[in-house]
């Protein structure tokens, strides 16, 4: 079993800086993809950043140029680096990770909820 421990969320002013951290604990036999997704009230989860365990990161578009992520393998960490967030991006942020080999399974985290004020 696999846990993910996300932290980091809260409330920020727009045009300010967030950092969200998901650290992966358990059984890892391997960390492949690792990411972040949101959740809007009233809205589908959607796809925010992912990262290869190689480093290849993907973003949506809505984000690009603010947003950053990255992974620590060495600590089994991913990190989103939140520069200018805007109102629109208030949701709960979930972090995800792929673990296996040629197979993968997928493992959630329980989410933190970042509010961004006008």
């Known amino acids: 079993q696999v846990q993910l421990v996300e932290s980091g969320g809260g409330l920020v002013q727009a045009g300010g800086s967030l950092r969200l951290s998901c650290a992966a604990s358990?059984?890892?036999?391997?960390?492949?993809?690792m990411g972040w997704y949101r959740q809007a009230p009233g809205k589908q989860r959607e796809l925010v950043a992912t990262?290869?365990?190689?480093?290849?990161?993907n973003y949506v578009d809505s984000v690009k140029g603010r947003f950053t992520i990255s992974r620590d393998n060495a600590k089994n960490t991913v990190l989103l680096q939140m520069n200018s967030p805007k109102p629109e991006d208030t949701a709960v942020y979930y972090c995800?990770?792929?673990?296996?080999?040629?197979?993968?399974?997928?493992?959630w985290g329980q989410g933190t909820q970042v509010t961004v004020s006008s």
């Open positions: 990262i290869t365990s190689g480093g290849s990161t």
């Open positions: 995800n990770a792929a673990v296996g080999f040629s197979v993968t399974r997928q493992y």
């Open positions: 358990g059984f890892i036999v391997r960390l492949a993809g």
